[in-house]
């Protein structure tokens, strides 16, 4: 294993030497390249890359959670946080109880190109256009009457007039006496 280990270091030095060289300092040198018969992958990158990257969007879920949970100051709002932790997503947006945006998170403006302050106080509907279905808007406010989580896929519109495919997961909040105060919509981009 030791041998494994340098050979792996002297691999990445080699690598490193070799990247910080000119054109000209490498063609002088490239003879003296031999290829080795047996060829192992990067790994150390690879490993880094991929847990540098859930980190960050951990981190970026549990600041987004931090932000949204500063709204419940009086209500204590009985959701699963899990949810919003562990769900793939591009944008959190709460509503009040009449869908009057309260809240949105920095992924709604990447996803729509909206700054949060045109957001806020609009109801969800302004991103909605000619190619939403007016079967999946009556779905929606039907569903909205019912204290349950649910998910519709909806054709959503940027402020750049360009279409996107949204599904939406619609969470009622509920206070500690089981009043529902709020929405909260968890929204993905899909195809």
């Keep these: 294993m030791s041998k494994f280990k340098d050979n792996l270091s002297n691999m990445a030095c080699l690598d490193l030497y070799l990247s910080s060289l000119s ?3 490498y063609k002088k040198i490239q003879h003296k390249i031999q290829p080795i018969e047996q060829v192992s992958p990067l790994l150390s990158m690879d490993i880094f890359s ?5 980190s960050l969007e951990k981190g970026r879920k549990r600041m987004d959670l931090a932000s949204l949970l500063t709204h419940d100051t009086e209500r204590e709002w009985q959701f699963d946080h899990e949810l919003i932790l562990n769900k793939d997503y591009d944008a959190l ?3 009040d109880a009449n869908q009057t945006i309260q809240w949105v998170n920095k992924g709604f403006s990447k996803m729509t190109g909206y700054p949060a302050n045109y957001a806020l106080g609009k109801q969800p509907k302004f991103l909605q256009g000619a190619a939403t279905k007016p079967e999946i808007r009556k779905s929606i406010r039907e569903k909205l009457g019912r204290p349950d989580m649910f998910s519709e896929t ?3 519109y940027r402020k750049n ?9 619609i969470i009622p909040l509920l206070d500690s006496s089981l009043n529902l105060t709020h929405f909260l919509a968890i929204e993905k981009e899909v195809a």
Excluded: A, P, R, W
Aim: net charge negative.
């Design 50 to 54: 991929g847990s540098h990257f859930q």
């Design 23 to 25: 054109n000209e300092d």
């Design 161 to 169: 007039k360009e279409e996107y495919i949204c599904k939406i997961t």
């Design 154 to 156: 909806v054709v959503n």
């Design 93 to 95: 947006v709460l509503t």
